[in-house]
């Protein structure tokens, strides 16, 4: 069974980091690339930053590059996404998914497998 689980989220201040962990599971992960991309309320669901599967080349949005980092530890299966300089807007549901391609990696519709979501708050 494909398992995404994210953690680290919650409420912080604004100016403050954040740490996001997405462990995977129930698939070659060296095989895929993984996103990860938020939604705010009443928005859609836009793609903040990923690492690609080939090389692990790392791409973000304008609005979040040089705040956000994406890394991925292969040997845990694991990818996090340290936030830091966290603004009121980057308020959102964060999710991580996957994606058997490495090609348009911040569009929603590449990904297979999607995490159940983890609420960041940035309070100002």
């Known amino acids: 069974e494909v398992q995404l689980v994210e953690s680290g989220g919650g409420l912080v201040q604004a100016g403050g980091s954040l740490r996001l962990s997405c462990a995977a599971s129930?698939?070659?992960?060296?095989?895929?690339?993984i996103g990860w991309f938020r939604q705010a309320p009443g928005k859609e669901r836009e793609g903040v930053s990923c690492?690609?599967?080939?090389?692990?080349?790392?791409y973000y949005a304008n609005s979040v590059k040089g705040r956000f980092t994406i890394s991925s530890d292969n040997a845990k299966n694991t990818v996090y996404l340290q936030m830091n300089s966290l603004k009121p807007e980057d308020t959102a549901v964060y999710y991580c998914?996957?994606?058997?391609?490495?090609?348009?990696?911040?569009?929603?519709?590449?990904?297979?497998?999607w995490g159940q979501g983890i609420q960041v708050t940035v309070s100002s």
């Open positions: 129930g698939f070659t992960f060296d095989d895929y690339a």
């Open positions: 998914a996957a994606a058997y391609s490495d090609y348009d990696l911040l569009v929603r519709s590449r990904y297979d497998y």
């Open positions: 690492i690609s599967s080939s090389d692990r080349s790392t």
